[in-house]
């Protein structure tokens, strides 16, 4: 793992945004494409967490053979980090899930970022953004 440079914005995604992002939702694509553009050029990271890639297995209107081919494409490029759920995140997680009733997994997007330092975390989960 690697550390953020200094002149790169890191993003966290929840798997929300990546699965919005990649079906190109209406309410994604304006708001995610500057994002993806920006770290195309090398300006931005976008950091997931190892479970958004289980989580978007399902893109809505593809076939699994075509939603499996956007996935995959998407985490292999270099501006993607993906960061494990490991101890550490877990740990974290639990004690978003008891303080703040978070559903566990989105305690585990959120821990992550704690736990790398990405102080930008996007959802489009409107129930967390309400928590």
């Keep these: 793992m690697s550390a953020i440079p200094d002149s790169t914005i890191a993003r966290l995604w929840d798997s929300s945004v990546v699965v919005d992002y990649l079906a190109g939702k209406p309410r994604a694509v304006p708001h995610a494409r500057p994002i993806v553009d920006s770290a195309r050029r090398g300006e931005a990271q976008i950091w997931v967490s190892t479970f958004a890639h289980v989580e978007v297995a399902l893109l809505e209107g593809f076939s699994e053979t075509n939603a499996e ?5 998407f985490f292999n490029q270099d501006y993607i980090v993906s960061v494990a759920l490991d101890p550490t995140v877990s740990e974290i997680a639990r004690r978003l899930v008891r303080r703040f009733r978070v559903k566990g997994k989105d305690a585990v997007h959120i821990a992550s970022a704690i736990r790398w330092g990405v102080a930008t975390f996007e959802t489009f989960d409107t129930e967390l953004i309400r928590r």
């Excluded at 081919?69 to 494409?73: L, R």
């Design 69 to 73: 081919a956007i996935v995959v494409h």
